[in-house]
């Protein structure tokens, strides 16, 4: 079965500081797509970054970067130098071929001044 | 370019009713999911439409039923209203094709609140 684990209910970070935000992930498909979205206030999900199971590289999308470690099956996002308006809901989500996506439970990210 | 739409934004309904919530997709996008968000919780897959028909669907009950239209809309009914239906409801949209590509970013809109009194 597949499965996405985000065990950060909440954070904190000081504005201009970077974060890290876990998610660990469960496939038995070897191809899949890990996706990042945060969901602010108002509901809407604003997608942020992407990673694929076979790229070599980790993603990055501005002040967002995806650190992905296939063999501990983790894809956490980094946010560089974090501004008042990233505080919201981040959703860490998971689509293996041809299948529906799965969210993770989300972390709260609070941006202190 | 319009994003995705959804209406109506707030909707409050009564036990046992039925309800209807509409979406259109991104231009140029085939497929459109529907994701049930219940409050502080992550968004679970109700099911996925392209060319008008189902494609993938979650584990929801028959209540749930969908249909998507020649122009790529699509509504979501839910019959029978439980106080447990009530959530936020958010539609994607992608663009997939008949093979339904794994790795397309979707594109959301800003969701439908239903409150089931």
């Known amino acids: 079965a597949q499965k996405i684990t985000q065990t950060q209910p909440g954070m904190f970070v000081q504005e201009k500081e970077a974060v890290t935000l876990d998610c660990t992930y469960d496939?038995?498909?070897?191809?899949?797509?890990l996706f990042w979205y945060k969901q602010p206030s108002s509901g809407e999900m604003i997608f942020l970054i992407y990673?694929?199971?076979?790229?070599?590289q980790n993603a990055t999308e501005g002040r967002y970067s995806l650190n992905f470690q296939k063999a501990r099956k983790s894809a956490n996002l980094v946010i560089s130098a974090s501004q008042l308006g990233d505080s919201a809901m981040y959703f860490c989500?998971?689509?293996?071929?041809?299948?529906?996506?799965?969210f993770g439970p989300g972390t709260s990210l609070s941006v202190i001044p | 370019d319009a994003g995705v739409t959804q209406s109506p934004t707030h909707l409050i309904k009564t036990r046992g009713q039925q309800v209807t919530l509409r979406c259109s997709p991104k231009?140029?996008?085939?497929?459109v999911s529907w994701y049930q968000q219940a409050l502080g919780q992550g968004p679970q897959f109700i099911f996925q439409?392209?060319?008008?028909?189902?494609?993938q669907r979650g584990n929801f009950p028959d209540r749930f039923s969908g249909h998507q239209f020649p122009n790529y809309s699509s509504e979501l009914n839910v019959n029978a209203l439980l106080l447990g239906d009530s959530a936020l409801y958010l539609c994607?949209?992608?663009?997939?094709?008949?093979?339904?590509?794994?790795?397309?970013?979707?594109?959301f809109g800003p969701g439908t609140r239903l409150t089931v009194l």
């Open positions: 496939t038995s498909d070897p191809s899949y797509g």
């Open positions: 994607a949209s992608s663009l997939e094709g008949y093979r339904g590509q794994s790795y397309n970013e979707q594109f």
């Open positions: 231009s140029g996008h085939d497929t």
């Open positions: 990673q694929g199971s076979y790229d070599q």
């Open positions: 989500a998971m689509r293996a071929s041809y299948d529906k996506v799965i």
């Open positions: 439409y392209y060319e008008e028909e189902e494609r």
